[in-house]
């Protein structure tokens, strides 16, 4: 027992563990890959006619989003967990300083409290601005979304609604996320008319398509790639500017495979296009989907009728994911011009595993090899 | 009358906000007469607990130095239990007796008695606008009903003592509410029958009333959920800087639910200027209290929360009236909610798809009923010569003529048009829904018999 009052009264007890010790665990082995590493983002250039940019990662690139916001909208507020300090993932550092603490507040732990809170603010005319930690934790506000804000201006008769109501979640596999850091939760929301479900794929667009939610009067959901936070940088506009809703972008123009996918999943879809160019000479097409509620059809079937072929990937569960909405969709509109059945290279229907991930996940191999199907059809 | 939802389009949704008001703002709200006390929390818990720990003495003070508590906390050595029935219930606020007379001279409110009188003939009218629509809905004419019964006071006490503008979320028993504030007989026929003269374009079941003129954000379904949607709209009503309150009005029943429970802790930390209404009726359906908490009813919640809170008869709407006043003057001066929970019964059946003869015996209701709040202020009304029996049945057939009158302008009135159930969804109708809405009307054309069509408003005949 004096041993131990020594080691207290020294502070030993919590202290980290000694280099001594640290010796003995070893260093990193090297067959440990850091999946967050494999992952490569290529930058994109936004329109000059935004103006001056500057290079930002996308938190910070949603920050500046929110800056602009609460700027030029003296109504608008930000929300959620922790997001007075700067949030967990760095997404409102600086705007509590800048703005007050009345603008940019903490709320208390309970999500199905921050969506009713939000929806209620935006209900009087201000604009909210509600962060939930991660979206695998949105499912307590479900309600919320689904049987309030979703239907306050249709059962209202448009008397009243909640269009001035964002939610914004970090989503999607992180290399270590597992069960409950990992979920892309978007197709459970496209199933609810009456609000709008978007995902960008980097920071301009990230950018672009928040301010646009914010504006927008309809509630929105606007799920960021938590695994771009700081992967994906590139030269983003710095002033006010926004990216249409409700329109998928040809990210790369192509006429033997037409590709769709959001977010984090573009990007490796740009890998499968390279791989199918230089292996197969198979010219892809790719389409960054960027609103999944209300999607733009219009701009995926005209692909489809000149290509034929369609591939949709996503790492949400292949059942009832959004792909499946698309397939048919395409099916129906498409028929006559489909050389071969719609490809979904999706996360298998189990929940999202820890040591399992990099099987689970919808990677550039299984991608590659459903591109290899539709072209041997 | 003062409006904060102005009626006009698009912009009007922003009305509320006056840009830049500070918090600080001094608000100026007349002083109420009536020393009601309300269980206050003391002021080491209200405070709000920075979000840094800023009590810093120092570790030799032999207190408690947990983040987690107020400044106010102790040791003790004793392994003492906090039982849940040390400290008695909490009391019940009333002015009038069950014999309609006033206890306490300096309760009875400042009220005007052709005030008193119309509280009373809204009561009569709400009670009788209920009778007819039960058997309306038996009738089969309407799909769903839920009368009011018992609670006649806790609507009018309460709306009464609210300033028009301000705003207020509801449940779905509260029609009181809205008639005192200006509801016509009309607005509510044309909701419960789904008219193309309702407001809400025939969307919802009836009984789930809204209104913008009146500030009353329409009612929905699923219970609870207005809770936490009145503590943000209160936020907002504080940033604005107007020196109103937002009022929220729900059940024993909803106080359950999560939604109850975010809505108290959000209100309390983010210094929500919100009135917490809830009508303590006894019932959930067919659950009784007993079986919907073990605590002391809802108020003694509050404390839990960092509420102040009071209990009232809301069946005698003098106290109602007072409670609410008095409520409404700490939310504003003090930007924090404040709960009143006010006991009643559910004399009628929870709507007309229950019979809550399957699960209490009539002599309770009866009880109730000889003691309800229309009788109460009945018997206080002709002691107080402001009333007599020839009056009572004089407005009694006034009331059921202007109901009747309302029931046949709706009863056979047209519903909205058809196309009217894919508009609103959006701000802007998604291209996806106009094909939509394309190819149900191609469908009912074709199929035109089979179809009630000749029930709703032809479309070049919409405004």
């Known amino acids: 027992m004096a041993v131990c009052g020594a080691l207290v009264r020294s502070g030993r007890l919590s202290r980290p563990i000694c280099g001594r010790t640290l010796s003995l665990i070893g260093s990193r082995p090297a067959s440990v890959k850091r999946m967050a590493s494999a992952l490569s983002y290529v930058p994109e250039t936004a329109p000059s006619d935004f103006g001056e940019t500057t290079k930002m990662n996308l938190f910070q690139s949603i920050n500046s989003a929110m800056d602009v916001a609460l700027a030029t909208d003296p109504t608008a507020v930000i929300f959620g967990e922790d997001v007075a300090f700067g ?264 929940p999202f595993p820890h040591i399992f991930e990099p099987f689970y996940m919808p990677d550039k191999w299984r991608c590659f090899e459903a591109v290899k199907k539709l072209i041997n059809y | 009358m003062q409006t904060i939802l102005s009626t006009s389009m698009a912009g009007a949704r922003r009305m509320l906000w006056a840009v830049g008001k500070s918090l600080q703002e001094a608000v100026s709200v007349k002083e109420s007469s009536t020393h009601l006390s309300f269980m206050q929390t003391s002021s080491g818990f209200t405070k709000r607990l920075g979000s840094t720990y800023t009590n810093a003495a120092s570790f030799a003070d032999d207190r408690p130095q947990f983040p987690g508590t107020g400044s106010k906390v102790r040791f003790t050595e004793k392994l003492d239990f906090l039982l849940p029935d040390t400290s008695p219930a909490i009391p019940v606020y009333r002015v009038i007796d069950r014999q309609g007379e006033v206890l306490d001279p300096t309760q009875k409110p400042e009220l005007p008695e052709d005030v008193i009188l119309d509280m009373y003939r809204k009561m009569v009218l709400l009670n009788t606008f209920d009778a007819i629509m039960l058997n309306v809905q038996r009738q089969g004419r309407i799909s769903f009903y839920m009368t009011n019964y018992g609670e006649e006071a806790a609507h009018m006490g309460s709306a009464a003592a609210l300033d028009p503008a301000d705003v207020i979320f509801g449940q779905y028993r509260e029609a009181g509410v809205f008639l005192w504030r200006g509801f016509t007989l009309d607005d509510m026929m044309n909701q419960c029958f789904s008219t193309h003269q309702d407001v809400h374009k025939g969307r919802m079941v009836p009984i789930n009333y809204g209104s913008r003129d009146i500030n009353f954000v329409t009612m929905s379904s699923p219970l609870a959920t207005q809770i936490p949607q009145a503590a943000g709209a209160a936020y907002a009503m504080r940033m604005s800087g107007k020196p109103l309150c937002v009022t929220c009005y729900f059940g024993d029943g909803a106080s359950s639910e999560g939604d109850a429970h975010a809505g108290f802790n959000f209100a309390a930390t983010l210094d929500c200027p919100l009135l917490f209404f809830c009508r303590n009726n006894g019932y959930a359906i067919s659950t009784p209290t007993s079986e919907q908490y073990r605590g002391d009813g809802i108020a003694s919640r509050a404390a839990g929360y960092g509420i102040s809170t009071i209990r009232v008869d809301g069946n005698d709407v003098f106290a109602v009236y007072n409670a609410t006043k008095a409520a409404r003057e700490i939310c504003i001066k003090e930007s924090k909610p404040v709960l009143i929970e006010a006991m009643t019964y559910r004399i009628g059946d929870h709507s007309t798809s229950d019979d809550s003869t399957t699960y209490r015996t009539s002599e309770e209701v009866h009880q109730f009923q000889q003691d309800s709040p229309i009788t109460r202020l009945n018997t206080y009304l002709v002691k107080n010569g402001l009333w007599d029996p020839d009056k009572e049945t004089t407005y009694r057939e006034e009331a059921k003529s202007k109901v009747l009158e309302a029931f046949h302008g709706a009863k056979d009135r047209k519903k909205p048009p058809i196309s009217d159930l894919m508009t609103d969804v959006y701000d802007r109708m998604p291209a996806h829904l106009e094909r939509q809405a394309a190819s149900m009307r191609r469908h009912v054309n074709i199929y035109s018999e089979q179809y009630p069509v000749q029930d709703f408003l032809e479309e070049d005949k919409a405004v």
């Open chain 1, 87 to 350: 949030g967990v993932f760095r997404c409102t550092v600086g705007l509590a300083d800048k703005y007050g603490k009345d603008r940019v507040f903490n709320t208390p732990l309970c999500e199905q409290g921050i969506a009713g809170f939000g929806i209620g603010m935006a209900v009087m005319g201000a604009t909210a601005i509600a962060e939930i930690q991660f979206a695998d934790y949105i499912y307590p506000a479900f309600d919320q979304i689904v049987n309030e804000a979703a239907k306050y201006r249709y059962r209202s008769g448009n008397l009243f609604d909640c269009g001035r109501l964002t939610m914004r979640a970090p989503c999607g596999a992180v290399g270590h996320g597992a069960l409950y850091h990992s979920q892309s939760p978007e197709a459970f929301f496209a199933h609810v008319p009456g609000i709008k479900v978007v995902i960008p794929r980097g920071p301009i667009q990230a950018k672009g398509l928040l301010l646009a939610c914010i504006k927008d009067d309809n509630p929105c959901i606007f799920l960021e790639p938590k695994i771009l936070y700081r992967a994906a940088v590139e030269h983003v506009p710095v002033g006010d500017f926004t990216l249409p809703l409700t329109s998928a972008e040809v990210v790369v123009e192509g006429k033997d495979v037409t590709m769709v996918a959001w977010g984090t999943q573009v990007q490796v879809l740009r890998e499968v296009c390279n791989m199918a160019q230089e292996k197969l000479g198979v010219s892809c097409e790719l389409i960054d989907l960027r609103t999944i509620m209300p999607w733009d059809s219009e701009t995926v079937i005209k692909s489809v009728n000149k290509t034929g072929r369609l591939l949709v990937a996503h790492e949400a569960p292949l059942t009832g994911g959004f792909a499946a909405e698309i397939a048919s969709t395409v099916q129906g509109e498409c028929f006559l011009h489909l050389e071969a059945p719609v490809e979904r290279v999706c996360g298998y229907d189990t």
